[in-house]
């Protein structure tokens, strides 16, 4: 007899993205299909420091079993660095994830029923699709511009069907690249008080902008404070895997205290605590005040590429795509026009540029009703200005 699975099973997929990397063992092929930090911008030996530090300090702490909620030094640092965006928040106002995906998880399970309408954005981070279908929510769309989501029709969504939560990545979100305007920002917080309805701000792209005297807007959980009683109404996910390491694994939810206390239970299910090891190497990090440089430099380096890569978009594709150009994260989101009798499809498209030696994301999968099948993502994090130049060229005769 074959197994019976789950039932949740049967509205959920493998990510498109994952299922793309079986393609790239092709020899000399250029990606722009993940959405990782270039390795070559890890601060080894920072870490390596802080590591030994932990080891060193306090070893008992770094390798035994550790509290749910985090390794207490940890959520220490993390507030101050929370205090260094605009956030007020104490130690216990916020518990450490095993990576942001992590504290997406726990905010469906402690929040979804099957059938609970969650509005997200259209395009949207395909893992929280996912995520949030496995919970059995019926998922909305609401539409994104250059200026993140639209929230006039974000307010009719709302107004509609009444979500459970609204799900937003407002500052160079995955994959629309898009960064919602302060204006913006302050509507979503006065929608949320308004209406009684949860926002969940994931933010692991905000400290990637690419000019150092114009910053993104503070994050919607900072704003709350000029909207007095909203803030109750905002959970804020936070990772060090796009500034640091991914491989350090380590997140965090700010959120009231009763969705924590709800979170902190269903995470004692899942894993009983993040790893301590990471966790206390992440602390010592922090502590020793070697973030700001590190910053500096992946912004510099990926602030490059990304320029080297809009400008060879417009020569080597010329009218036949259109795109914004980001300011800050890792990714372009651009849309075929099929001018001059080009290809439309962004799936035929990226057969065709396999073929070339060039791989990307179609943007279909990343809508949650309703795909645009003309969309595609780049990243621009993991190829160096040489191999962007070529790869773009590789995209031009794929057309």
């Known amino acids: 007899m074959p197994l019976q699975f789950a039932t949740r099973l049967d509205n959920v997929e493998t990510s498109a993205i994952r299922e793309l990397f079986k393609l790239l063992g092709k020899p ?81 399970k402690t929040m979804i029923s099957p059938g609970d309408k969650v509005i997200v954005e259209g395009p949207t981070f ?72 949860l926002v969940v701000e994931d933010d692991p792209y905000g400290d990637l902008y690419f000019t150092p005297d ?10 709350s404070e000029d909207v007095p009683g909203s803030r109750e109404w905002i959970a804020h996910c936070g990772s ?46 922090l502590k020793a005040g070697r973030m700001p440089a590190t910053l500096a430099n992946v912004r510099k380096v990926y602030g490059e590429r990304a320029r080297v890569m809009g400008q060879a978009l417009a020569r080597e594709l010329g009218d036949a795509v259109e795109f914004t150009q980001p300011q800050g994260g890792l990714f372009f989101w651009a849309r075929l026009t099929g ?5 439309k499809d962004a799936g035929e498209f990226a057969k065709k540029a396999i073929e070339q030696g060039v791989a990307f994301v179609p943007g279909a999968p990343f809508y949650a009703e309703k795909p645009d099948v003309s969309t595609f993502r780049l ?21």
């Not at 769309?141 to 639209?150: F, I």
């Not at 924590?260 to 004692?268: S, W, Y």
């Not at 993991?382 to 773009?392: N, P, R, S």
Request: hydrophobic share 45%; proline share 6%; glycine share 10%.
């Open 28 to 108: 000399g092929i250029i990606s722009f299909a993940g959405g990782f930090p270039d390795s070559a911008m890890f601060d080894v030996a920072g870490i390596k420091e802080a590591a030994d530090r932990a080891l060193a300090e306090d070893p008992g702490g770094a390798l035994q079993y550790g509290a749910t909620e985090g390794y207490e030094p940890l959520r220490q640092q993390l507030a101050a660095f929370m205090a260094s965006k605009g956030v007020e928040v104490k130690p216990d106002g916020l518990i450490v994830t095993t990576g942001s995906q992590q504290a997406l998880d726990l905010l469906g």
């Open 379 to 399: 990243s621009f994090a993991t190829a160096d200005v040489g191999k962007i130049e070529e790869g773009v060229g590789r995209l031009g005769k794929a057309l």
């Open 126 to 197: 395909l893992a929280t699709i996912q995520c949030f279908r496995l919970y059995g929510a019926d998922l909305v769309s609401a539409p994104v511009d250059a200026n993140g989501v639209d929230t006039e029709q974000l307010e009719k969504l709302i107004a509609q069907h009444k979500p459970k939560f609204v799900y937003l990545i407002p500052t160079f979100g995955n994959p629309s690249g898009a960064m919602l305007s302060l204006e913006r920002r302050k509507k979503v917080l006065e929608l949320a008080l308004k209406y009684q309805t």
């Open 339 to 343: 001018a001059g009798g080009k290809v």
């Open 240 to 285: 060090m895997s796009k500034v640091l390491s991914p491989g350090l694994r380590v997140g965090w939810l700010i959120a009231q205290p009763e969705l924590l206390a709800k979170a902190t239970m269903c995470k004692q299910f899942s894993d009983a605590h993040t790893s301590t090891f990471a966790q206390a190497t992440a602390a010592q990090y």
């Open 214 to 223: 114009a910053p993104p807007p503070p994050s919607i959980l900072s704003l």
